[in-house]
């Protein structure tokens, strides 16, 4: 039984520990809080973007050479024994990136692997965030991922990063542009949150959305 979201915004005051790093399925821990994973392309900012979103620096690894995170790495609030019903209210999974073609093919494809069974078999994983550059908009490979969750059926919601780096009226415009080529994805919620780790931009924005999510 999982404890009730608090509906005053309590779940990111606190702070946030990390609990596991996944190499494979078998080390997955129980299902029990319900998750919610960010998923991005290896140089998109994902893990500034987690750590600003948690108001915690360093706890999300960040690094200039992409495709660093190679695990699930599981983040909860703190506080929460995780024995009985004493569990943290949800679960933050921070995927590994892609489209890092550096890296050796059969180091990808197990990443690969890791990700896909994750995305297909996770019962309480109830959102995908899909962080795109607001500089380059979405790619093709981010195409791919989206398809994958479409046909997975695992609700996703665009998280646009580093939206301070192009003017505001680029922003507006990135937003209704991804908006349009999101319109007919099955899998796709609608709102589209423009942020900035650098500038604390959107954040709120982005923690009301995962509570609302997590709340159901």
Known sequence: MTQPIDKDAALFARPWIFIRGVPSMKFLPPEGPPEVAFA???????????NALLAQ?????????????????????????????DLPPMALVDMPGYGYAQAPKAQVDQWTKLVFDYLRGRATLKRVYVL????HGIKKNDEEVLDLLDKAAVSYQIVLTKSDKIKPPAVEKLLAATSEKIRK????????????SEKNAGLDDLRLAIQQTVAG
């Open 40 to 50: 991005g392309r290896s140089n998109v900012g994902k893990s500034s973007l987690i």
């Open 57 to 85: 620096k360093g706890l999300a690894r960040t690094s200039n050479t992409p495709g660093r995170t190679q695990e699930l790495n599981y983040f909860v609030p703190d506080g929460y024994s995780g024995e009985g019903e």
């Open 132 to 135: 795109i550059d607001a500089r």
């Open 185 to 196: 994805r099955p899998a796709a919620f609608p709102g589209i949150v423009a942020t900035s």
